[in-house]
């Protein structure tokens, strides 16, 4: 089983998970440090590990803002957010596994919301 | 008929687990010719060697084949063995079948049967092979030194100790290189200046040693043993001689805006100027960019209050010819720009700095006489943090270097150490991925930095700096021992920048035909038998040029470099390379095309008399080869459309015959 | 000269200004902009997974439309921008994708990323020049001291984007120096502002809003200007109300110089 979903996870995302070198610059620089559970560099080293349920079940992969600061600043190019990003996908791609609905809009709104965000978060969060 | 022995290698396992050394002496004893053949474990060694000779000896061999490892390896060793044997050293080929073949290959049968072939086409060579002599060529009995860094200075030093001339040309005004700037070495904590400098003397004082100050080179022209090279000795528009180095005119310029570079910017030098104070040669120069009197005419300040007289606005660059029998590259490195690492904020806040900035600050000589305080507003600071690996080991294309830069982690635990040291009240943080220090009591020093100065060392990088108007810079990092994200209030930050090679290595690799690495090193004849020669014959490699390498390794192999070079020099004759161009003058036309191909100008044309098949006289124009300058390249072997020029030892009929050998199977 | 033109669907509705500045001042430097005749929602952010195909198809069909009028395509929210950059990159350099986005669409022919992508403010720098740029302010905003606000997807991932430097940009610095502004530096003019996490959480938002903001105020800067919706939302609405500085849309600052905002 967790074979299957490391394997996944590679392809999906299409990171070698091998080039990271564990500098931690990655979770240096995440804005939603924070907020995570496991942080950026936490995601390629348990994906090398092929820890992958535990990132399943972690709250931490509805945190990435993909706003890509890792994938920039990154010495080696491992672009941890496209891990976050491929973890989640195998979340949300699984029946009942949304995790934001369209009933769940209405109650989010304020009048200046720009759609931009709905569409965004729609994206991220769900299938 | 040729009678050829045939030696398989097994070079223990690398060989012999991937080819049948056995299947390979076999089938190559019933090729035409071949009246012996066997294998051994390891043919290069004394037993080896011995085998080989006592088989010339016992079966009368007039041709050898060895297959084994590349003739970049061995083929100088088994050259000396055949002619301790008494036979023509060039009567001996090697059939690479290790890198060529065992190295490459996984299946046994392939390997063996592509070793056989191999062996097939040296030993259809071998029947062609014709003996050689090479020619000798003399040496010129003087060394060149490129770069007056710590690596040239000691190079220098060495050849010169040993009673050889030696021209060192250095691009800057004065010799001292990087080292000049440095404070402190580790893990000695050496004051630099106080064992540079009289290195710097003692070049200057050695008659031996000629100093090309503020100088370049040029062009190289010739080959191992005669070099012919023009300097140009840029013009300081000071009279070196006259000028006594007394700095009248260096405090009387009124241009006093120029960045000093000796001091990374972090001060203003005038438009007359000598770097520092032991600087060597101690003269004056004029910086052309910023003179008024050479820019406008207007002004000759200097010259007015220059006693001796020594300022000279109508000098002009000089070119100098001089004749070497070696050369040394020693160009050093440069730190990398930071331009792509803003995300510390490095164009943003003069606080952050680079750590050779970091140097200067705490330099006694330096901007602030030694006391370290901040570049915006002279404060000191009272939280600084390092970061590590700005720029080395990354893979992030078009950004940073891909290697380990070797010197930063040895010199950041210096710089922590020596502020704690200083600053008792300095809260140090040093950003490391890895902390290397394989040298001798390296893991010492680093481990005082920690145990005895209280340096914080915290596995992580920093992300991001954001400097504040009150002059604080926050620093967000990761510290991934405790898995936090850190938020520091910094007053400085220092910025270990790779390393890379200094800019003017390039074309002068090109100048010298020496070749470089993908990062811009010199690449050394090999990397752990030969590694302070360049594959040119000649060009001998020192200091950083070849790779990072912190002072005391860079001593080392200046010392190393010396020592070959002493050897070249000690000869008063070097024996060629016999594998060299020959025209055949019957059939060459006299058409050039070879001549316009050579690299290195050997080939002319004499205009020769020769009596023709119907008895008459002829005058005909065609080529002659210099041997002593041809290197063998063949590059006019091909050029030549009637084939009248050929190569020595590898002629266009024995190269037939190999490819005959291998398209048989 | 004529542009194809990406709206993007914030565009049509929150963020009308930033579009409607945009045309009247694109009209007075010359410059057409020809709305795609049918475009979709880009989806607003680029799903990064590799295997993702259907959800990047919006933004296929958009760059191949621009392709059909045989005209650049000019982007101005910068979540469009990244999405269609990102898209477009895919569709010339990762073969596996742009085989399975071709046989979904079925077009006449293949699209294989022949589109260029330009950002408004490219187009700006490296169309109009911000020399002429310069030359046709009638009001310049002299003495205005304004924070550049980038966020992320103008510049990252910069191998794709390829805007300006990704850690020390000054495209959108250039430009207010050109309408005759003071542009103010600040370190976090490239960190987030939380994005879309503000839907279901809005501290984060706060938090990351209040951050860039507080830097850019730090550093002397009287307002702020942005390139998107989302950025300009967060800014408005999730700093403290207490020393929040204005933030305007770049185009509204551009309209203002230009002498065509009514």
């Known amino acids: 089983m967790s074979k299957f979903d490391k394997e996944q996870i590679l392809r999906t995302s299409g990171v070698n998970v091998l080039k990271c070198m564990r500098c931690g610059k990655c979770s240096a620089t995440c804005p939603s440090y924070d907020e995570m559970e496991y942080h950026p560099h936490q995601f390629v080293y348990m994906v090398e590990k092929g820890e992958i349920d535990k ?60 759609q931009q965000a709905i569409v965004t978060a729609m994206r991220k969060y769900s299938k | 008929m040729q009678r050829i022995g045939v030696f398989v290698c097994w070079c223990g396992s690398n060989i012999a687990a991937t080819v049948d050394v056995n299947a390979v002496s076999e089938a190559l004893a019933h090729e035409p010719g071949v009246v012996f053949s066997t294998n051994y474990q390891y043919m290069c060694s004394e037993s080896g060697q011995n085998l080989i000779k006592d088989a010339i000896k016992e079966h009368q061999l007039t041709g050898v084949v060895i297959c084994s490892c590349s003739p970049r390896m061995h083929e100088a060793t088994f050259r000396k063995t055949v002619a301790a044997a008494g036979l023509n050293s060039y009567m001996l080929e ?45 040496v010129t009995k003087r060394a060149l030194v490129i770069g007056g860094g710590i690596a040239g200075i000691q190079t220098a030093l060495d050849i010169a100790d040993a009673g050889f001339e030696v021209d060192i040309v250095e691009k800057q005004p004065t010799i001292g290189g990087k080292m000049t700037q440095i404070d402190k070495t580790f893990p000695t904590l050496d004051c630099a200046a106080c064992i540079l400098t009289p290195k710097m003397v003692d070049c200057a004082q050695n008659e031996k040693i000629n100093i090309f100050a503020y100088s370049e080179v040029e062009e190289v022209k010739g080959f191992v043993g005669s070099f012919t090279v023009k300097i140009k000795k ?9 000028c006594t180095g007394c700095g009248e005119c260096t405090e009387k310029c009124p241009m006093k805006k120029i960045p000093n570079e000796f001091n990374l910017g972090l001060d203003t030098r005038r438009a007359i100027y000598i770097p520092f104070a032991q600087a060597v040669p101690k003269v ?137 040291e200083k600053y008792p009240d300095t809260d140090v943080y040093v950003f490391y991925i890895d902390v290397r220090s394989p040298g001798k009591n390296y893991d010492e020093f680093y481990r005082r930095a920690v145990e005895e100065y209280g340096v914080h ?34 007053d400085m930050v220092v910025l270990a920048a790779a390393i890379e090679p200094d800019k003017s290595a390039r074309p002068l690799a090109t100048m010298l035909t020496a070749s470089m690495d993908t990062n811009d090193f010199f690449t050394e004849a090999h990397a752990k038998l030969r590694p302070v020669e360049s594959p040119t014959a000649g060009i001998f490699l020192s200091g950083a040029c070849q790779g990072p390498k912190d002072i005391p390794d860079t001593v080392a192999q200046a010392g190393a470099a010396a020592s070959k070079v002493i050897g070249l020099l000690a000869k008063d004759k070097l024996t060629g390379n016999p594998c060299i161009a020959h025209p055949d003058e019957w059939m060459c036309n006299g ?75 | 000269m004529n542009f194809s033109y990406y709206p993007g669907c914030t565009l049509k509705n929150k963020a009308q200004d930033l579009d409607r500045y945009a045309r009247l001042s694109a009209e007075k430097l010359g410059i057409h902009l020809e709305e795609l005749s049918e475009w979709q929602c880009c989806g607003g952010a680029f799903s990064m997974g590799k295997d993702e195909i259907a959800s990047k198809l919006a933004a296929v069909r958009a760059l191949n439309g621009a392709k059909e009028q045989g005209q650049d395509l000019v982007t101005l929210c910068s979540a469009c921008h990244n999405v269609l950059k990102q898209a477009n990159d895919a569709m010339a350099h990762d073969e596996e994708f ?73 495209i959108i610095e250039d430009f207010l120096r050109a309408i005759g502004a003071e542009p103010v530096l600040y370190a976090n003019r490239n960190e987030c502002c939380g994005g879309y996490a503000v839907l279901e959480d809005r501290a984060i938002a706060q938090k990351k809003s209040a951050a860039v903001m507080e830097n850019a105020a730090d550093q002397g800067a009287e307002m702020m200007i942005t390139a998107c919706p989302l950025c300009e939302y967060n800014l408005k609405k999730n700093t403290p109300a207490d020393g929040r500085l204005p933030v305007y849309y770049f185009t509204e600052l551009l309209a203002e110089a230009l002498g065509v905002k009514e």
């Open chain 2, 457 to 490: 060392y915290i596995k992580g990088m920093v992300g991001k700096v954001v400097p504040r108007s009150d002059g604080k810079l926050l620093v967000q990092a990761s510290d991934l021992l405790a898995n936090e994200q850190l938020h520091i209030e910094a």
């Open chain 2, 591 to 665: 058409c050039s095309s070879c001549e316009k191909v050579c690299p290195y100008g050997a080939i002319s044309y004499v205009d020769k008399e020769f009596r023709m098949p119907d008895r008459t006289t002829a005058i005909r124009r065609v080529a002659v080869v210099n041997e002593a300058v041809c290197q063998g390249c063949g590059a006019c072997t091909v050029a030549c459309p009637s084939g009248a020029m050929d190569l020595k030892g590898f002629s266009n009929s024995q190269i037939m015959a190999e490819v005959d050998a291998l398209c048989k199977m």
């Open chain 2, 234 to 242: 840029k013009a300081r528009y000071v009279d070196p001689v006259k």
């Open chain 2, 94 to 138: 090697i059939a690479n079948i290790r890198e060529q073949c065992s190295w490459i290959h996984k299946d046994k049968a392939e390997a063996t049967e592509k070793a056989i072939i191999l062996g097939r086409a040296a030993i259809a060579k071998v029947q062609l092979n014709a003996p050689l002599t090479p020619g000798t060529s003399p």
């Open chain 1, 55 to 114: 990132l399943m079940q972690s709250p931490s992969i509805y945190k990435c803002l993909s706003c890509y600061a890792c994938v920039e600043r990154c010495p080696r190019g491992v672009e941890p957010a496209k891990v976050v990003e491929a973890v989640r996908l195998q979340v949300i791609r699984q029946q009942g596994m949304n995790h934001l609905t369209p009933d769940d809009i209405p109650a989010l709104l304020d009048e200046d919301l720009p």
């Open chain 2, 284 to 420: 004056a120069t004029i910086d052309p960019d910023h003179c008024n009197m050479l820019k406008n005419g207007k002004c000759g300040l200097c010259a007015k209050v220059c006693s001796a007289g020594a300022i000279d606005y109508k000098q002009k660059d000089e070119i100098v010819e001089r004749e070497y029998g070696a050369i040394v590259v020693a160009t050093g490195y440069n730190p990398i720009k930071l331009d792509d690492y803003d995300e510390y904020a490095y164009a943003q806040s003069k606080d952050v700095v680079s750590s050779l900035e970091f140097e200067r600050l705490t330099n006694a000589a330096g901007p602030t006489g030694g006391t370290l305080l901040r570049p915006s507003d002279g404060k000191h600071p009272h939280t600084i943090v390092f970061v590590q690996c700005v720029g080395s080991r990354c893979s992030n294309e078009g950004k940073g270097k891909s290697y380990c830069s070797k010197i930063c982690c040895m010199y950041t635990a210096k710089h922590a150490m020596l502020t704690r």
């Open chain 3, 98 to 170: 742009s085989e399975h986005a071709n046989n979904y669409m079925q077009l006449e022919k293949p699209y294989k990323g022949e589109t260029r992508v330009i950002h408004y403010l490219e187009l700006l720098r490296d169309v109009v020049g911000f020399d002429n740029l310069k030359k046709a302010v009638v009001k310049p905003l002299t003495g205005k001291k304004v924070a550049a606000y980038y966020g992320c997807l103008l510049l990252r991932p910069s191998k794709v984007m390829q805007m300006d430097n990704p850690e020390n940009p000054t």
